[in-house]
């Protein structure tokens, strides 16, 4: 059997357009997992550059990775800080 030669998947590497990241963010949103919608945030700006991200957030790279990992728990001013340096806005609607 030959044998067959796998790459590892990554998110980020097809978060290329304001549409893309739309929609993977707002699959997140719908999940009402606050871990898993912290990761999802972390992997938009693993896509923007997380180094920039973490300038414009105002925040070390390090902690943003610790704070946006699956393991992370992010307080809600990271949360907005990140949002802001992605020029993302958070909204709220009725359900």
């Given at each position: 059997?030959?044998?067959?030669?796998?790459?590892?998947?990554?998110?980020?590497?097809?978060?290329?357009?304001?549409?893309?990241?739309?929609?993977y963010?707002?699959?997140?949103?719908?999940?009402?997992?606050?871990?898993?919608?912290?990761?999802?945030?972390?992997?938009?700006?693993?896509?923007?550059?997380?180094?920039?991200?973490?300038?414009?957030?105002?925040?070390?790279?390090?902690?943003?990775?610790?704070?946006?990992?699956?393991?992370?728990?992010?307080?809600?001013a990271?949360?907005?800080?990140?949002?802001?340096?992605?020029?993302?806005?958070?909204?709220?609607?009725?359900?």
């Amino acid at each position: 059997m030959p044998k067959v030669k796998t790459y590892p998947y990554d998110s980020a590497d097809y978060l290329n357009t304001v549409e893309a990241i739309g929609v993977y963010l707002e699959e997140a949103f719908n999940t009402e997992d606050a871990a898993f919608i912290s990761f999802a945030l972390g992997t938009v700006a693993r896509s923007k550059g997380m180094a920039e991200v973490a300038r414009k957030a105002g925040l070390s790279r390090e902690s943003l990775y610790k704070a946006l990992s699956k393991d992370g728990n992010p307080e809600f001013a990271t949360i907005l800080k990140v949002m802001k340096a992605l020029d993302l806005k958070l909204t709220a609607t009725a359900a």
